[in-house]
């Protein structure tokens, strides 16, 4: 099972008369397709009163931007030989 985001999109017009996407819901859920993923998020949504023009689907990957853990700070000793233990 992969992770998907589902974002549910209605076309407007701004002020200059230009078409813009605007974010109604997004829904993260697990399938094992993306074509899948949008159906399950329509099924979650069913009941919401939403006026939905396009949806995209988007891949989560399980670790972001392909680390096992969060990147850390520099060690404390490497910011004080920096001088910059203050921050």
Known sequence: ????????????LNSNGHNFKCLQRQIDVQSDDPSHALILA???????????DCAE????????YGYAYPS??????ALDAAGMSNF
């Open 1 to 12: 099972m992969n992770d998907y985001r589902v974002s549910f999109y209605k076309n407007l």
């Open 42 to 52: 329509e099924q979650k949504i069913r009941h919401e009163r939403l006026n939905v």
């Open 57 to 64: 689907v988007t891949y989560l990957p399980a670790e972001p």
């Open 72 to 77: 850390r700070p520099c060690a404390l000793g």
